[in-house]
């Protein structure tokens, strides 16, 4: 079977990796996307493992079309019988990029129409009561290539579940987990993001250092069309935790110079199973200190509603420079909205990646170490 899983740009190089490591065959990396094979079970495994993606579509059908005749009659071929009954609730969304055919709201239409009649060819309906479990269709077309996709996932992967407290704009879970991913903190080391809000990045640390996978306590859309059974889904699931590092101890330190966000931190870490793991403290980044002599820093500097004053930003990137850069045997990853923050620094970066955050445009700093520990 084949897969497509959704991803923020620029993090298409780690969710392929995570999809080699978990076993899967992946045989193409997209714009926002990666293209796997693998066995119906392997949506137990990928739903529930893999930190960075935005979700698991199964992919239905390939096809050019250059015109919307073209795209009726081949969705109108796909035996969607075979995989839903008659009474699914279709939900059909459009993307186009770069395509002759670019409408999204008649892409939708024209989709919706062409699923209907094939019921009605091959059911002998009028119409669908619509009446069953969802079934949410993605008609992907880019550069004239149409993907039919059938979204397996449901709620978006970055919604694990444990972050149920916040403070203004928090990072996305599965972003969050990227951008640890690229600063290759596995567990080894100290972890230290000293501007944590509520918590997200170091949680997602934890999860990391003791292989917790993300989505291992959700319940996920596939599981509601019994194209596998309760059984099976429970003995995957048994698997995967067994991969599972609750002996490991890690060092993970978290603070803020807010208190409710700490607050909140605490709460969300709690609510996640990694409360032990991290050690939480209200301070401002100027009191930074480590016992440490060396590890990883990864944080995200305010930025939208989280930002002050241009003068606060100021004093603040003054801070990172002293107290954050000056850790010569860390390595570090600093997620900032200002494409200039690494100019007139005291320490050389050694990559700088760009990001979308909640339509933001973002950049991460990554700095290697200037010292071994």
């Not at 071929?77 to 279709?90: C, L, Q, T």
């Not at 930025?303 to 002293?322: A, H």
Request: aromatic share 10%.
């Amino acid at each position: 079977m084949k897969f497509l899983a959704t991803i923020a740009f620029g993090l298409e190089g780690v969710l392929k990796n995570e999809l080699i490591l978990l076993g899967m065959d992946v045989k193409s990396t997209n714009m926002g996307s990666v293209v796997y094979e693998g066995k119906i079970d392997s949506l137990v495994w990928a739903n529930s493992c893999l930190r960075t993606p935005d979700r698991i579509y199964w992919v239905l059908d390939e096809f050019e079309a250059l015109s919307f005749d073209e795209l009726f009659e081949n969705i109108l071929n796909y035996p969607f019988e075979d995989i839903m009954p008659s009474n699914a609730k279709i939900i059909v969304n459009a993307k186009s990029y770069k395509s002759k055919v670019y409408s999204l709201r008649d892409i939708q239409k024209i989709s919706k129409k062409a699923i209907v009649k094939r019921f009605s060819n091959k059911k002998g309906i009028k119409y669908m009561d619509e009446t069953g479990e969802e079934y949410p269709i993605l008609v992907k077309i880019e550069k004239n290539h149409v993907y039919l996709l059938l979204d397996t996932t449901g709620i978006p992967l970055h919604k694990r579940g444990y972050r149920r407290d916040s403070r203004l704009a928090p990072i996305r879970e599965n972003f969050a987990a990227g951008l640890i991913l690229l600063s290759r903190w596995f567990g080894k080391g100290v972890f230290i993001d000293p501007m944590c809000g509520s918590g997200t990045i170091a949680i997602e640390a934890a999860l990391i250092g003791k292989n917790i996978p993300p989505g291992i306590n959700r319940k996920f859309l596939f599981e509601k069309w019994g194209i596998l059974s309760k059984k099976d889904v429970d003995k995957n699931r048994q698997s995967i935790k067994s991969g599972i590092k609750n002996d490991i101890s890690l060092e993970i330190r978290a603070s803020d110079i807010d208190k409710t966000a700490i607050k909140y931190a605490k709460n969300n870490a709690k609510n996640a199973g990694v409360s032990k793991d991290i050690v939480f403290a209200n301070r401002d980044i100027s009191d930074l200190k480590t016992e440490f002599t060396g590890g990883t820093v990864v944080t995200n500097m305010p930025y939208g509603k989280r930002l002050g004053t241009e003068e606060e930003l100021k004093n603040l990137e003054k801070m990172v420079d002293e107290k954050i850069l000056t850790l010569e045997t860390y390595r570090l990853g600093i997620l900032s909205a200002n494409d200039r923050f690494s100019q007139h620094k005291k320490r050389k970066v050694s990559k700088v990646r760009k990001f979308y955050n909640a339509r933001i445009e973002t950049f991460f700093y990554q700095y290697e170490p200037t010292k071994r520990w």
